[in-house]
Structures are given as structure tokens and as C-alpha cells.
């Protein structure tokens, strides 16, 4: 029922940018927060930044100053723009949403199927 999907990934030079979008679609009430993670093989999901439907943001201390999370309500849409990226960014991305799907029932965290993001030195 409900679907998020990323997009923006790539191969981008140390020091380049990139944005991530990712898209919210189906049946959706409301987007509480949203979020990003990232994992390379072998290790574990990690957050890379978070926004609650109130503004608050939380960033990774390894992403602070470069990375910018956002959102638009109207679209249901959230991004990631990423700048000055480094080779130790190279991770597929994943984007989460805690979506309601009607006024009153829990919300449901929701992934999107991920990007990758490859940053070459």
C-alpha cells in the first residue's frame, strides 16, 4: 500500500555532490519522520540523518556539515543533498519513513529498495 522509492544515486568524484529524493507513494495519512541510512558489506545499517515531522534533524557525526536532509509535505517526498563526498560515503542509501496510512492507527516504518552511492578518489 504504501511505497517509498529512492533515486539520485551514483559515481561521483571525492569532493563532488549529490542529491538523494526519496518519493512516498499509496495510501498515506501522514509522515511522521523520515530518514536516511547507509551500509557498505559487511557492516551494519547507519543512520546518516533523521527529521521528525517537527523540523528536529538529527545528523552522524561523520556526515555533519556536508550532508543536508529535507522534506516536502506536499510531495511526500524527503532528500539528502550530500556535498564535499568522500570515498568512505560509498554505501547503498536507504530512505525510511514513518508513514500512518489512516487517522487513527499506528504508524509503520517504511525502506525504500536503496541506492547506491559511489564516491571514487
Known amino acids: 500500500q504504501v511505497q517509498l522509492v529512492e533515486s539520485g544515486g551514483g559515481l561521483v568524484q571525492a569532493g563532488g555532490s549529490l542529491r538523494l529524493s526519496c518519493a512516498a507513494s499509496?495510501?498515506?495519512?501522514?509522515?511522521?519522520?523520515m530518514g536516511w541510512y547507509r551500509q557498505t558489506p559487511g557492516k551494519q545499517r547507519e543512520l546518516v540523518a533523521a527529521?521528525?515531522?517537527?523540523?528536529?534533524?538529527n545528523y552522524a557525526d561523520s556526515v555533519k556539515g556536508r550532508f543536508t536532509i529535507s522534506r516536502d509535505n506536499a510531495k511526500n517526498t524527503g532528500y539528502l543533498q550530500m556535498n564535499s563526498l568522500k570515498p568512505d560515503d560509498t554505501a547503498v542509501y536507504y530512505c525510511?519513513?514513518?508513514?500512518?496510512?489512516?487517522?487513527?492507527?499506528?504508524?509503520?516504518?517504511?525502506w525504500g529498495q536503496g541506492t547506491q552511492v559511489t564516491v571514487s578518489s
Open positions: 525510511t519513513a514513518a508513514i500512518r496510512t489512516m487517522r487513527y492507527v499506528r504508524e509503520n516504518d517504511y
Open positions: 527529521m521528525t515531522s517537527s523540523g528536529s534533524i
Open positions: 499509496g495510501r498515506i495519512f501522514s509522515i511522521a519522520s
